[in-house]
């Protein structure tokens, strides 16, 4: 990991959150939500702790968060760009799209830049089939796009 995330002062702040939800129904959403804006991830050390406090055996914690798209189990980039590869942005030709931002960014789908600036996650479908080929990068997305979109896109996360 680039920088040091598992730090005691992280911990605590977990610990914080995991009190002032663990009384409460469904507890473990929003504590994950949290451990990952904390964490930035949610490594099997912060599932542990998790499981601990919650009562939660770890096989379900880890169950949830490798089932749901917006947990990670490693550090995720500043800038997340999902590009959809669902039926009607592929036939629309979105893999030409995650090859050109592959190149520009030097990362395979899936992993994170060696600067630590950029995650290239090929995703499901994300429910914007009448702009396909979509893209999102973070909160933002862009739409019916071109291979030729894509260099003028990344500038403006350089």
Sequence with gaps: MAKEILTEENFEKLQRVIEANKDKQGALMPVLHEGQKIFGCLPLEVQKQISE????????????VTFYSQFSLEPQGDYVIGVCL???CYVKNAQPIIDKI??????????????GKFTLVATRCIGACGLA???T???DVYGRLQVEDIPGIMEKYQ
Excluded: F, H, Q, W
């Excluded at 406090?53 to 949830?64: M, N, Q, R, T």
């Excluded at 592959?102 to 600067?115: H, L």
């Design 53 to 64: 406090a919650l009562k939660i055996p770890l096989s379900e914690i880890y169950g949830v």
């Design 86 to 88: 669902g039926t009607a």
């Design 102 to 115: 592959s190149k520009i960014i030097d990362t395979k789908a899936g992993e994170t830049s060696p600067d």
């Design 133 to 135: 080929p979509v893209m």
């Design 137 to 139: 990068v973070n909160e």
